[in-house]
Nanobody, 124 residues
Framework: VQLQAPGGGVVQPGTSLRLPCVAS????????MAWFRRAPGKEREFVIG????????EYGESMKIRGSVSRDNSKNTVYLDIRALEPGDTAVYYC??????????????????WGRGTQVTVSS
């Protein structure tokens, strides 16, 4: 199973960004998918997640207002959208596939597959 998140790079404050997470080797349509991020000097944190059917979502504190998540199961892809980017959004962003349901969705231990991470730098 591979999760690939192309995109990222340097973006200007105030703009919007869409990060795709493309899965291969597994049909993700039955799985809760999530995004985490690790900002410089900080621990990795849960950003946002989406249930298999796509209707229900979970938000981390940082994305309750500016973030959204969607999925296209026909493309085996999940998307993270962030608007009004801020320098504080600078981080490595990871997509992840949840494989256990023993704890909260924000617990990293729930996720058995991770993307390699993509760097997003918000700077003018």
């Amino acid at each position: 199973v591979q999760l690939q998140a192309p995109g990222g790079g340097v973006v200007q404050p105030g703009t919007s960004l869409r990060l795709p997470c493309v899965a291969s080797g597994l049909d993700i349509s039955s799985y809760f998918m999530a995004w985490f991020r690790r900002a410089p000097g900080k621990e990795r944190e849960f950003v946002i997640g989406i249930y298999a059917a796509g209707g229900l979502k979970e938000y981390g504190e940082s994305m309750k207002i500016r973030g959204s998540v969607s999925r296209d199961n026909s493309k085996n892809t999940v998307y993270l959208d962030i608007r009004a980017l801020e320098p504080g959004d600078t981080a490595v962003y990871y997509c992840a596939l949840r494989t256990t349901y023993k704890s909260r969705y924000s617990n990293e231990d729930e996720y058995g597959y991770w993307g390699r991470g993509t760097q997003v730098t918000v700077s003018s």
